[in-house]
Each structure stands twice: as C-alpha cells, then as structure tokens.
C-alpha cells in the first residue's frame, strides 16, 4: 500500500483484535479518544481501502479483513 494513512486510521487497525475479532464502534472510538467525525472519516477510509470490515451490532463493529491482519 502506497498510501499513507493519518494517524487515526492507524490507531484503529493498532486497537482490532489481529484474530478478526470484533470491536464496537462507540466502544473503539472512546478508548481512543477520537472525536466522532474524526472516528468516523477514518473507519470510512479504512472499509474503503478493504483493512477492516463492518460487523454486526446496534451501533456498529469493526473488524480487521485478511488485508488489514497482514500489516
């Protein structure tokens, strides 16, 4: 991968369990201490570049994909 990721994008993939486990998104975004938008753009680019997936659950999870495991 080429492009660089902000460092809120990192952190996130940093925080997924590297098992494939899910993490809810509120959950996520507190432990980190990312404002909501901030969380959201940077979980956006990170489904869009195919490193994590959306799970299930009312409020939302995130998982890493096999891409994401192998960074």
């Known amino acids: 991968m080429t492009e660089k990721l902000p460092a809120e994008a990192l952190e996130i993939i940093e925080a997924l369990p590297a098992d494939g486990s899910t993490l809810g998104n509120g959950r996520l975004r507190e432990q980190l ?39």
């Open 33 to 71: 201490g990312h404002r909501p938008n901030v969380y959201r753009d940077a979980a956006v680019r990170l489904k869009d570049l195919g490193l994590v997936m959306a799970g299930r659950g009312r409020g939302g999870t995130l998982a890493l994909s096999d891409r994401g495991q192998q960074l």
